[in-house]
């Protein structure tokens, strides 16, 4: 199995979730600043030109940050990272899809590639929107937090995916509200979240 990765974008989530269920896999680093996602050897591997990218071992590839961390889930189930119940398992995808879709893609791309959104000229303002905007979604997840450590209670997907988005404040210099603040700190201390830092040169 081979990761397609940048150091410190949603492509670490992949990789702590990998480390968690103790998968065997190789890891290719793709320069983004650079602009190597779209030089001809990656779009020969992956056409959508970003990470993650994951060849699994039959050759195959999948693309999609939420349908890899669900596929490695489903194939690793004595790790038990999507939950048997109906309703927190939907719950588990509702907020991997919000993170990603929502805060992913309009608040910490804002903070940390704001020439996605506009000239430099107007970076000030577009990180701003962008700190604005992943205030709001933090504070929306804190209010869905169970009372315990993870965000239904039990560790999932769900708490690699919102500590990533974590992260991304805390390297913002924004305060965390208390339940994610709470689950930051727990999910941090996991093995395989020290391990991802340590690899992907955060620790």
């Given at each position: 199995?081979?990761?397609?990765?940048?150091?410190?974008?949603?492509?670490?989530?992949?990789?702590?979730?990998?480390?968690?269920?103790?998968?065997?896999?190789?890891?290719?680093?793709?320069?983004?600043?650079?602009?190597?996602?779209?030089?001809?050897?990656?779009?020969?591997?992956?056409?959508?030109?970003?990470?993650?990218?994951?060849?699994?071992?039959?050759?195959?590839?999948?693309?999609?940050?939420?349908?890899?961390?669900?596929?490695?889930?489903?194939?690793?189930?004595?790790?038990?990272?999507?939950?048997?119940?109906?309703?927190?398992?939907?719950?588990?995808?509702?907020?991997?899809?919000?993170?990603?879709?929502?805060?992913?893609?309009?608040?910490?791309?804002?903070?940390?590639?704001p020439a996605a959104f506009g000239a430099e000229a107007d970076h000030s303002t577009i990180v701003a929107e962008g700190q604005l905007r992943l205030g709001r979604g933090l504070a929306l997840l804190d209010k869905g937090f169970c009372d315990g450590d993870?965000?239904?209670?039990?560790?999932?997907?769900?708490?690699?995916?919102?500590?990533?988005?974590?992260?991304?404040?805390?390297?913002?210099?924004?305060?965390?509200?208390?339940?994610?603040?709470?689950?930051?700190?727990?999910?941090?201390?996991?093995?395989?979240?020290?391990?991802?830092?340590?690899?992907?040169?955060?620790?």
């Amino acid at each position: 199995m081979k990761l397609y990765y940048s150091p410190g974008a949603c492509s670490m989530v992949v990789r702590m979730v990998l480390n968690h269920v103790g998968q065997t896999y190789t890891s290719v680093r793709v320069d983004l600043s650079a602009g190597e996602q779209q030089s001809s050897w990656f779009l020969a591997i992956n056409p959508k030109g970003k990470v993650p990218t994951l060849v699994r071992d039959d050759g195959t590839i999948l693309t999609e940050l939420g349908t890899i961390l669900e596929w490695i889930a489903l194939q690793h189930p004595a790790a038990a990272l999507i939950p048997n119940a109906d309703d927190q398992a939907i719950r588990v995808r509702e907020i991997v899809e919000y993170c990603i879709s929502t805060i992913h893609a309009f608040a910490t791309t804002r903070i940390f590639m704001p020439a996605a959104f506009g000239a430099e000229a107007d970076h000030s303002t577009i990180v701003a929107e962008g700190q604005l905007r992943l205030g709001r979604g933090l504070a929306l997840l804190d209010k869905g937090f169970c009372d315990g450590d993870y965000f239904v209670g039990k560790l999932t997907i769900a708490d690699f995916m919102i500590y990533w988005i974590a992260l991304g404040a805390v390297i913002a210099e924004l305060d965390l509200p208390p339940a994610i603040r709470r689950g930051f700190e727990s999910t941090g201390r996991l093995p395989a979240v020290q391990q991802s830092l340590v690899e992907e040169g955060f620790a």
